[in-house]
């Protein structure tokens, strides 16, 4: 019994079929690691930052830092 090898044109449809699985299942990866990270990360406090430090004179003065909150 002789068996017969599939023709170029469907072994290409089945290779294009693996890749576009493949890189399904892999953003499908990225995206389930990316939930469980964003899930089980604290949420970032913009403006809880220590007072900066001036050079040599102590700390900085209230509105000399770009990350404070505004004052109005």
Do not use: K, Q
Not at 37 to 42: F, G, L, N, P, R
Request: hydrophobic fraction near 45%; charge should be positive.
């Amino acid at each position: 019994m002789r068996h017969e090898r599939p023709s170029s044109a469907s072994c290409s449809a089945l290779r294009r079929l693996r890749a576009a699985w493949r890189a399904w299942l892999l953003w499908a990866v990225v995206l389930v690691l990316l939930a469980l990270d964003w899930h089980a990360s604290t949420p970032h406090r913009r403006f809880d930052e220590p007072m900066p430090l001036a050079l040599g004179n102590g700390p900085a003065a209230d509105a000399g830092h770009c990350s404070l909150a505004p004052t109005r």
